[in-house]
């Protein structure tokens, strides 16, 4: 038996929180910046930064790149504490 994802809970919970909108935000304009220098990406590519914002990385054109989603997203598979 499954049960149903309670989406507004989640929102509440984490996703709501200003700490997150204030990274979501910050994720949003690195796309964009990447997109105005280097033309629309498709719907399955990713915006990197090539050192994380959680290690001081910025959103400088230098240290952003397009990489797939697949593997943007899972490169924590590999990471102690993730999958």
């Given at each position: ?35 105005k ?38 490169w ?8």
């Amino acid at each position: 038996m499954t049960t149903k994802r309670n989406y507004k809970k989640e929102y509440a919970d984490y996703q709501g929180t200003p700490e997150q909108i204030a990274k979501r935000s910050q994720r949003n304009k690195a796309r964009r910046s990447y997109e105005k220098a280097h033309g629309e990406l498709p719907s399955n590519v990713d915006v990197d930064h090539k050192k994380m914002i959680k290690d001081g990385g910025t959103n400088a054109p230098s240290n952003l790149r397009a990489v797939s989603e697949k593997k943007n997203t899972g490169w924590r598979k590999g990471v102690k504490g993730y999958g």
